[in-house]
């Protein structure tokens, strides 16, 4: 079955780095664009990073652009996302999506950034 398990999410303080990985299977992981969301509490889902198919092109939100770095390597099934210089307004669910024929998503990772 499909599945899309994400981890390296954790509480950290104000301007560290944390690495979340996506694990995919089920599906052929190289013919679907990924991306990541995050919830904050009390707010409306937001799209962060989104990655092409071959890695030949990211998009990012103004709010993490230049600190978050999203990546993929097609040989393991797993997408990545790179973040820096955290700030608590990044303290989130982080759920990573497959798009494609069907959207698949993951159960999510908590990331708190506080001092």
């Known amino acids: 079955q499909v599945q899309l398990v994400e981890s390296g999410g954790g509480l950290v303080q104000p301007g560290g780095s944390l690495r979340l990985s996506c694990a995919a299977s089920?599906?052929?992981?190289?013919?679907?664009?990924m991306r990541w969301y995050r919830q904050a509490p009390g707010k409306e889902r937001e799209l962060v990073a989104v990655i092409s198919t071959a890695a030949g092109s990211t998009y990012y939100a103004d709010s993490v652009k230049g600190r978050f770095t999203i990546s993929r390597d097609n040989g393991e099934n797993t997408v990545y996302l790179q973040m820096n210089s955290l700030k608590p307004e990044d303290t989130a669910v982080y759920y990573c999506?497959?798009?494609?024929?069907?959207?698949?998503w993951g159960q999510g990772t908590q990331v708190t950034v506080s001092p």
């Open positions: 999506m497959a798009r494609g024929p069907y959207d698949y």
């Open positions: 089920g599906f052929t992981f190289s013919s679907y664009a």
